[in-house]
Nanobody, 121 residues
Framework: QLQLVESGGGLVQAGGSLRLSCAAS????????MGWYRQAPGKQRELVAT???????NYANFVKGRFTISRDNAKTTVYLQMNSLKPEDTAVYYC???????????????WGQGTQVTVSS
């Protein structure tokens, strides 16, 4: 139905920047919300940022002012620009999307495979 492919992770020094991308593909009616979550070793997965179909964004407090979520005009690719990275930002970052296959159908959610972000001190 909908597949998400992430890219852009890697190793960066503290204070550096990375840009993550998540491309969605599939025959669906609409994508309602796309977002980024992260999971550090030994910790639960947590929300980083989301953007809905109207362009409204939501951020976790720990990334406000440092990370920016955006999307392309087709609304099928979402980006996460990460600046002023800290070692505590090290985690696997996952893309997530809530979507509908049919106009009046149920809402499903899907996850990407994750991309590793490592910030060295």
């Amino acid at each position: 139905q909908l597949q998400l492919v992430e890219s852009g992770g890697g190793l960066v020094q503290a204070g550096g920047s990375l840009r993550l991308s998540c491309a969605a593909s599939g025959r669906i009616f609409s994508i309602n919300v796309m977002g980024w979550y992260r999971q550090a070793p030994g910790k639960q997965r947590e929300l980083v940022a989301t953007i809905n179909s109207g362009g409204r964004t939501n951020y976790a407090n720990f990334v406000k002012g440092r990370f920016t979520i955006s999307r392309d005009n087709a609304k099928t690719t979402v980006y996460l620009q990460m600046n002023s990275l800290k070692p505590e930002d090290t985690a696997v970052y996952y893309c997530n999307a809530f979507f509908q296959v049919l106009r009046d159908g149920p809402i499903y959610d899907v996850w990407g495979q994750g991309t590793q972000v490592t910030v060295s001190s």
